[in-house]
């Protein structure tokens, strides 16, 4: 069954980008969570906006969506959301296939033993977006690791032209 779009979900969705899916939410927050072809719109604890290359992780379950964002805070933790969905339709389908489909490559490098770093790289506008994260316990600024890594990154980035 199709459902008619809320103005108030429409007023989210910026000039410039097309509603994909929306969801009604619960909770403190309230409102809408809507995917777009290029964000995700959460209304955690204030209105937020994530471009999809910085989703690094959406996981649904439990009547509730789960996303990560690919940075980190000032104390090297993740940004994480969990936002109940009222009657989530397609909306979890959708996160998943952005988030997926933004992702063009996802290297796993060991540097010391088992331990090494990710290296991502996400469509992100007209461009492509890097990413090196180091698995927990080594030091990203070890500056014999950082090069490491950063020799790394040059060889897949020169082994995949990009």
């Known amino acids: 069954m199709l459902r008619r779009t809320p103005a108030e ?17 619960f909770g403190a927050a309230g409102g809408y969570a809507v995917a777009t072809d290029t964000a995700l ?3 955690v604890p204030e209105p937020l906006r994530l471009p999809w290359d910085l ?13 990560v964002e690919g940075r980190v805070d000032p104390r090297g ?3 994480v959301w969990r936002v109940r969905l009222d009657d989530p339709g397609a909306f979890p389908t959708v996160v998943y296939e952005r988030v ?11 540097l010391e033993g088992d331990d090494g770093v990710r290296i991502v790289a996400r469509r992100s506008g007209d461009g492509v977006r890097w990413t090196v994260t ?13 090069r490491r890594a950063d020799e790394a990154l040059a060889e897949l980035r020169s082994t995949l032209g990009i």
Not at 100 to 110: K, Q
């Open 55 to 67: 989703v690094a992780k959406a996981t649904w379950g439990d009547d509730a969506v789960l996303v």
């Open 77 to 79: 933790r993740d940004h």
């Open 9 to 25: 979900v429409r007023a989210l969705v910026p000039r410039g980008e097309r509603l994909l899916s929306w969801s009604r939410t």
């Open 41 to 43: 719109y959460l209304p």
């Open 134 to 146: 180091f698995d927990p316990g080594l030091d990203p600024n070890d500056p014999d690791l950082r």
């Open 100 to 110: 997926t489909s933004s992702v063009v490559v996802s290297e796993r490098v060991a």
